[in-house]
């Protein structure tokens, strides 16, 4: 009997890709232009991850009356500079290309709207190792319940689409948020410490493992995938 391959689930910004700065400047640009009050750069990294517009709303202290012009000056100047000032995190690429080799699926899960994750991974020539993408709608949530929840029917939306397709799956992502959603679905979660996340966030969300740079990735996904199909065989 053929087995099933493995299926990786990777969130994008702060995981695959390193935004250098493209999103916080440019939500500091955008409320600048606004002429709304920029918050301080700790608070702007805190908003790289959760939903644009509760990040602009709980953090930034947007009204709800400024926030879609926000939401379009920010979303502007991102595809204007900001996916290409972005940059593949050191040997993701490799590992990506490693992981396909062994006939791994692999699948995006971000908090991105969808469009805007496609047209961020055609920039960084990431599109081709990839199977789907799962990202979220135009519109934001509108509470902090809704933000955590954010990630759970996106993750939710990717294991149906491969629903009998593989034998073992994992998230990887730099947020509590990647975190949440993968333990509510019962699969395993790394997370990677070269994100946006602060200390003990990953490990206080339950991630099985974090690591600190790609050749640790890729150790602990052969782990965390070969047990989960031992789990399986009894």
Do not use: C
């Amino acid at each position: 009997m053929t087995s099933l391959p493995a299926l990786v689930l990777f969130d994008l910004d702060g995981t695959l890709v390193d935004p250098a700065g493209a999103i916080t400047g440019g939500i500091s640009r955008a409320l600048q232009l606004a002429g709304l009050p920029v918050p301080q750069q700790d608070v702007l990294d805190s908003m790289v991850g959760p939903p644009l517009g509760l990040s602009l709303r709980e953090k930034a202290g947007v009204s709800e009356s400024d926030l879609a012009e926000v939401i379009r000056l920010y979303r502007t100047e991102y595809r204007v500079s900001g996916m290409a000032a972005s940059h593949v995190y050191p040997g993701m690429e490799g590992l990506l290309q490693q992981l396909k080799t062994e006939g791994t699926i692999l699948a995006v899960a971000t908090q991105k709207p969808t469009p805007i994750a496609d047209e961020l991974l055609r920039v960084q020539g990431l599109t081709a190792y990839f199977e789907s993408v799962h990202g979220a709608g135009f519109d934001d949530p509108g509470s902090s319940a809704a933000a955590d929840a954010g990630k759970i029917p996106i993750l939710e939306e990717a294991l149906r689409r491969y629903a009998g397709a593989y034998g073992s799956v994992v998230m990887v992502g730099d947020r509590h948020y990647d975190i949440t959603a993968a333990v509510h679905h019962g699969i395993p979660a790394i997370g990677v410490g070269w994100g946006f996340a602060a200390d003990g966030e990953l490990e206080a969300a339950g991630a099985a493992a974090v690591v600190v740079n790609t050749q640790e990735l890729a150790e602990e996904l052969a782990l965390q995938l070969a047990a989960a199909t031992q789990g399986k065989e009894r």
